[in-house]
């Protein structure tokens, strides 16, 4: 548990956020780390999260697509049997009507015992009738059974009277009329033998129908009621009643079947609406029944789920931006702590290189030095043997020629002394202008002797023409020297090492170090460059130099190539920059 | 013919001529050659009692040098006299039968007291 809790920080801001050891840049594989991490979250995030955020918004899409498709079925279909239960209502009672105006005639109907007889059969058989009355051709009320005494009115000039006479049968909207209490009048008109005619009425209640159309209403978010053509309730709404008793959202258009559609009230919320123009088999009518639905309480139960699957999905997402976030991170830092290892090693490696270069140059020099130490030596100690031995003194031009050796000795030591102190400067880091030709003639110069030893000739061709090159001196010289050390290494006695160089355009320097030495495999040609591949015996070789060099070269913003063939030798190919430019050094 | 006591073999003609005064300035008579083959060529013709020899010369490789003359001149003792000999090159030429093995710059008295005494045994 402690060794997690110890590890939490560096998996939150890991060591690759505050990578300021710049010294390391070169060797590492990525360059950029936080880069890597960012893609590498960026990248998993996107494939994780896109295909479930755009899945879920498919399912939210088709969802809602067969709600909507179901609702409005569903409120086609209430408004359907809503409508034939209106159209029943109306029928029946006009039918009754037809029926009594055919059984009986005119003057049976005007006797008022008998008209109220038969409203009281009326009453018992249909039920929801207030009153019956027979009116003349005229518009005169000739007989009336009922509550109230409206014997005489004079219904002439009234709309059903006169829409009776055309059609032979009527429904009235719902009007409050000479009694003062909201009524539907439905009437039938019939022939006297005298070819004249009368109509027999009935007064409906409006409580019936009302009672009809309230058991259809279904959930606390539906409406359903009656308004005329103009839009005028009929009914009561209990959510869309605007002014003047008129319905405040939009008059639906005349369609002779039952239809549904989705609309918006005055608040602009979605509501569904069921509508059909009701007519009955006798007469036509003004009313036209509404079902209106408000979508979002349907939706409720939808919307209730949707928001626990944003919920669940939120936090699912929560979930995996931060696991991928860790485990990347986790990742990205492994990575980055062994790539830092491996550069580790590399400068290492490099400084051991440097190093060892320094050793190899000044067991070098102490041999070049010893022998003209050797030749002091044993002059100084011959001049002392003609002191003592000799007894010789001055005037003797023996001694004077061995004194002018000794002289000569110490200035063979003083001119290595200051080739020494010549080639410690160039471990400087800074950029300076460099003549090729001198630097691979100091370079050559310390395997001179070697050369002479095991006959090995070496050829230079560096053209006057190759400028003064802008970089590392210390660095230049290394490259070089491990590349003809190397060469030294892989041919025989008696072999041949060339060292060219061209321009390759105004801007590069091509420089070729050829042996015909044994050669590199094929298969090894690819890994030559690789920190610790060496061919040669345990021991003998550490397999850094060529890394190195390549870790070097690329230091001086240039590339290295190789290219061999077993038995036949083989070229180092190192391109330069002839100016490393300011802002790329490192 | 002329008898001398030493052969000197070393590619640094001034360093040579001069061990030889020094050593004629001791009664020692000194021959002096610069290279491998001369050397070979004149154990061949004559015999000395010492070689003085250095490791590296132009054209063989002292130990080289060395065995030629063993085998030429098994009596004849050699001393090995290099500027940068390593342990490994003592060893190699001690092995090749070397009489002994010394490092420039050198301590004449040494040499001297050293030659006296191969002269004693062998006489």
Partial sequence: MMKILNRLPAAIWPRFHRNHDEHLNPYYT???YRQTWGMTIFILMMTALVPLVVMTLIYYQLIETSINTESLLRTERLASNARRAVTFFLEERLAAL???VNEMDYDQLTDPGHLSEVLRNLKLGFGGLTDLSVIADTGTQVTYAGPFNLEGKDYSNQPWFMECQQHN???????????????????????RPDGRFFVLRATLETERLIQTLSSYNTGEHADIFLVNRNGLLQTPSQFYEGESHHMNIALPAYSDRTRAMMSVDRNGQPILIGYAFIDTAIAPTSFILMVVKQKAGMMKVWLDLRSNINWFLGVSAVIIAIVITLTSTVMVNQIFQADRQKAETMVAAERNCQLASI???AAGVAHEINNPLALINETAGYVKDLFTIKQQYKEDPDLIEHVDSIIDAVERCGTITRQLLGFARRFDVQTQPIDLRDMVADVINFHKK?????????????PETIPLIETDRGKLQQIILNLVNNAFQAIDDGCFLDVRAEMVGPEQVRLSIRDN???????????????FFTTKKEGQGTGLGLSITYGLVQKLHGNITVQSKRGQGTTFVVTLPVQIKKENQS | MKHFDLLIVDDEQRYADMLAKRLGLRSLTCKVCYDGRTAIDIIGKESFSVVI???RLPDFYGTEVLIRIKQCRPETAVIILTGHGTEKDREQCMACGAHSFMNKPLDIDRLVAMMARIKERSS
């Fill in chain 1, 450 to 462: 070697e050369a002479e030893y095991r006959n090995i000739a070496i050829h230079v061709d560096i």
């Fill in chain 1, 98 to 100: 037809t029926f009594t």
């Fill in chain 1, 359 to 361: 050793g190899q140059l």
């Fill in chain 1, 30 to 32: 990525f360059q950029d």
């Fill in chain 1, 169 to 191: 049968a009527c429904v009235s909207e719902i009007f409050s009329g000479y009694r003062d209490v909201p009524h539907i009048v439905v009437a039938v008109k019939s022939m």
């Fill in chain 1, 517 to 531: 030495g044994c050669g590199i495999s094929e298969d090894h040609l690819n890994k030559v460059f690789e920190p």
């Fill in chain 2, 53 to 55: 020899l250095d490791l």
